[in-house]
């Protein structure tokens, strides 16, 4: 039998104020964001966040706080090294391409955070997630491409291609992708997905918010569907909500 995870509601639960955490990988160094829930009995899930392309910021940070209070302990990876944070969209871009086009280097900044994550105190190493929101959506499917040892993994407006070239591999993980319907950016490749993840016979499930453009979840991305990119209430709570029923499952 598994210990028991919580003596409390996990609405109740108090919260260890999040922290930076410094790690590496070989001889890069990396930044990144623990939050942890406090007074725990047992071990919790543990939950790697992958930033956007700008790097790691308040969104990731808040989302690792909120994940703490619903009783897990949540890393926000830092995937470009301390102190490499683009300065704009142009360089973000750039940035964040030169992951996607080497997704063996992308995925293993994941693999090296989940071992980090794994090395916390009071992480349940048999229960781990990946989440992920746009350029971090694709880190989160590249953690289940690449049979990274996780339960599952969640992408938010995440980019969905992979290389023309690459092979299908089976999938284990679960997945879940929270993608907006209107999206422009990353649409074109719905079909193409969920093509590869029936011929990988994965387990996924993939939900369509109405009228949500990309970055749906970032307040960041302003209020204005018509640049391509922004917030939406709705699509950003129901998602929140059905990441939380699938965390419940998967753990």
């Known amino acids: 039998m598994r210990p028991v995870l919580l003596a409390l509601p996990l609405s109740l639960l108090p919260v260890l104020a999040g922290q930076p955490l410094a790690y590496k990988d070989g001889a890069t160094a990396l930044a990144g964001y ?79 955070a989940l071992e980090v994550l794994k090395a916390q105190k009071g992480v349940d190493p048999e229960r781990l997630a990946v989440i992920g929101f746009c350029f971090g959506g694709t880190g989160a499917l590249e953690a289940a491409r690449g049979g990274l040892p996780v339960k599952g993994v969640v992408s938010f407006h ?33 079909p193409g997905f969920q093509d590869e993840m029936r011929k990988a016979k994965a387990d996924f499930t993939f939900i369509s918010y109405a009228g949500a453009v990309h970055s749906f979840t970032q307040k960041e991305a302003g209020n204005d569907p018509s640049k391509g990119a922004a917030y939406q209430e709705a699509a950003a709570r129901r998602s929140w909500q059905h990441m939380k029923d699938f965390f419940h499952e998967i753990f």
């Open 158 to 190: 995440g980019g969905l291609d992979i290389p023309a070239e690459r092979p299908v591999q089976p999938i284990t993980a679960k997945v879940l992708v929270c993608h907006g319907a209107d999206d422009p950016f990353t649409s074109k490749d719905v």
């Open 34 to 112: 623990l939050a942890r829930p406090a007074q725990l009995k047992g071990l919790a899930p543990g939950v790697v966040i992958i930033h956007q392309w700008m790097g790691v910021t308040d969104h990731e940070k808040r989302t690792a706080d909120e994940l703490a209070k619903l009783g897990y302990t949540a890393l926000a990876a830092d995937i470009y090294g301390e102190g490499v944070r683009p300065a704009n969209a142009e360089e973000a871009g750039v940035l964040a391409g030169a992951y996607k086009n080497d997704r063996n280097l992308y995925q293993r900044r994941i693999r090296v």
